[in-house]
């Protein structure tokens, strides 16, 4: 399996505007965008859209917003890894604000991921936790401040020493996420050493997620 890391992930999260046909729609505008591009971008979906996604998404990869440390077998209303990796899914985030997990659920979420060949992208909240997950040796760490996450402040301009801190002491790729809205804040996270960022309601939620997908991709291409 590829795997090659993405430099854009846009969390769907459960937003009317990312669910059913609306999500559909809005998975068709990002890969329009990033068409001729080659840039590595990731959609995390919800698993009720997840074949919609893998049908109609092109040139962009898939992700789970959420896996369960479970295989086969009766875990009734669990996500299953492996079912997820046979349907085509590159990997998932761990761990999210929104869904967080214990230490334990990590480090196997972790390792099956990594014997299975996709991608894990564990989100922390601060540096101690990013030092701890570091350990595990994830794919990619994504650092949202849980305050930040979905308000009108970006992360790039309220933590941008703490951005530069974590990215000089953690030896795996860093994402930067939590209200990241402009090209500015992407151009700032990148410029401080961030792989690339984890973004939701800037794309999602915005009257014109085309021209927000569109910029973004054009920083983030200037800057790799």
């Not at 099956?112 to 992208?121: A, N």
Request: proline share 4%; glycine share 10%; with cysteine.
């Amino acid at each position: 399996m590829d795997r090659a890391l993405p430099r854009l992930v846009v969390n769907f999260k459960n937003y009317s505007q990312a669910s059913g046909q609306a999500g559909i729609d809005l998975m068709r505008i990002i890969s329009e965008k990033n068409d001729g591009l080659g840039l590595e971008v990731g959609l995390c979906v919800n698993v009720l859209d997840m074949k919609d996604a893998l049908r109609e998404a092109k040139g962009v990869s898939v992700y789970a917003q959420h896996v369960d440390p479970i295989g086969y077998g009766s875990y009734t209303g669990k996500v299953n890894p492996e079912y997820l990796v046979e349907m085509g899914v590159a990997g998932s985030l761990i761990n999210h604000s929104e869904d967080r997990v214990g230490l334990y659920t990590i480090v196997k979420e972790i390792e099956s991921f990594r014997e299975m060949g996709i991608i894990s992208i564990v989100c922390v909240e601060s540096l101690e936790e990013a030092r701890v997950v570091a350990d595990m040796k994830p794919d990619i760490i994504a650092y949202e401040p849980p305050e930040l996450i979905g308000g009108d402040v970006s992360v790039a301009t309220a933590s941008p020493d703490l951005i530069e801190k974590i990215v000089r002491e953690i030896e795996c790729p860093v994402m930067v996420g939590a209200g990241i809205k402009t090209a500015e804040d992407v151009r700032v996270c990148l410029e401080l050493g961030a792989y690339g960022v984890l973004v939701a309601s800037g794309i999602v939620k915005s009257e014109e997620p085309g021209k927000v997908v569109s910029d973004f991709l054009e920083v983030i291409q200037k800057n790799v």
